[in-house]
């Protein structure tokens, strides 16, 4: 096989992907990232030529949901290219290596330097560390060591976002963030979910590729063009809600007709992230999509925020015909707080009302430098 002097696209030709599939994966990133189509030479361009990015993976407490995902990213094609060729010097548990070899290697990235640190699960912090250790450190310890030495931190899944399921109340291991965990780490890219979806660290990667910086992001540090809109906003059941047409209980027409979930506890109104657009598993349906209401697995707390899962909010505003979900903040400030307050709603709510997508952080391009 000819030496392009690409990896990507020596990679590419050997996967016997067509150069017309991998200019579509790049036509379809610029509408991921909501720009002109005309981008997607530059992204091309950027592919093709930059260095392959080094990746050190930690994983600390979680389920590795994020790891599967990773593993099983296969639409489209070049998406999986894209993270599957990536340079991963350190993924304990996919590596070959084990015990001192693997710590050998993660100190030789960390000594290398100019890597992105990906890091899955939570940091516990209770018992001086001792809930999750590797190679005799604690988590903390690696966190800080591996991080504050990485070009920039991906923190993937919730778990590692936000806390997530570890975190959730009474957080019985002190299980934090990365964020909380290592305030100064410098650029945070969050792509929270349980778990976060592939495609979008393979859009993250890309971007930070072509345009030499991070995405913008918002308050939470998730990148807006995956998190800009809530899952209300993109859910192909969204007329049934403005009709008033309600799932009633499990397995009843309208759950059989694919009426809006709403009454069955979905939370897509408070949750923001793109699944209604990208889907999973190869693009072939979402939760809502297959009858199951969103439970808000992208947004902080949702353990202990948007639980039960299967409950309607009742006192929830905007309920009926042509409501508009963006009046939560005027419905909870005349009397409704009390019954968001029941269900632990209150700061959800303020969120969909103020949260987004105003606290923005972005650097006069766009984006994170
Ligand atoms: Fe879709 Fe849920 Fe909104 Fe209904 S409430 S339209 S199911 S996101
Ligand atoms: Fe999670 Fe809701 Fe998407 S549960 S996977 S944010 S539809």
Redesign the pocket.
Known sequence: MADSGSWFMDELERRGVSRRDFMGFCAAMTSVFAMPRAVGAQVADAIMTKEKPSLVWLEFQDCAGNTESFLRTSRPPVADIVLGTLSLDYHEPIMAAAGHQSEEALAQAVAKGGYIAVVEGSIPTGANGAYCTIGGRAALDIAQEVCGNAAATIAVGTCSAFGGLPAAAPNPTGALSVADAVPNVGTLINLP??PM?AENLAAVVVYYLTFNRWPATDRYRRPLFAYGKS?HDNCERRAHYDAGQYVEEWGDEGHRTGYCLYKMGC??PV?Y?N??VIR?NDGTN???GCGHP?????EPDFWDQMTPFYTHLSGFPGFGMHSNIDKIGFWGSVGVGAAFAAHGLVKLGQRAMHGHPKDLQVDEEGGQS
């Open positions: 979910a349980c979806n899952i939370k897509g949750t992230q699944c209604p999973w979402w939760p809502i969103c439970i808000g697995c992208a």
